[in-house]
């Protein structure tokens, strides 16, 4: 099962760079399902924090790249495509560490 978890976060990745220079249908919600997946497979409740730190950190700048020169077009299209990959799996993370302080 961990592996699921690891092919789905390299295969996320992976598309939400290419989606940054081809379109492909439907990509946002295999993107969605594929953040879902990482988000239950493999983010333990030890690296939960850091995650979700990482994660609003890419979220919030991930539009932000466009003011670079010859390639802010690109990485802001990267950024944008990671933040819809890794936005579910927050949310999935953030979901599991409330239910987890709830019990304690």
């Known amino acids: 099962m961990a592996n699921v978890g690891k092919y789905a976060f390299l295969a996320g990745v992976g598309l939400a760079v290419i989606m940054a220079f081809v379109s ?3 990509a946002a919600l295999i993107l969605a399902v594929l953040g879902l997946i990482v988000g239950f497979l493999n983010i333990t409740a030890s690296e939960s ?3 979700l730190i990482s994660a609003i950190a890419l979220m ?3 539009a932000s790249l466009g003011a670079i020169p010859s390639v802010g077009e690109w990485l802001t299209g990267i950024g944008v495509h990671l933040a819809a990959f890794v ?3 927050a949310l999935v993370v953030a979901l599991k560490s409330l239910l987890q302080s709830a019990k304690d």
């Open 24 to 26: 492909i249908p439907n």
């Open 49 to 51: 924090q850091g995650f």
């Open 60 to 62: 919030l700048t991930a």
């Open 87 to 89: 936005a579910p799996a």
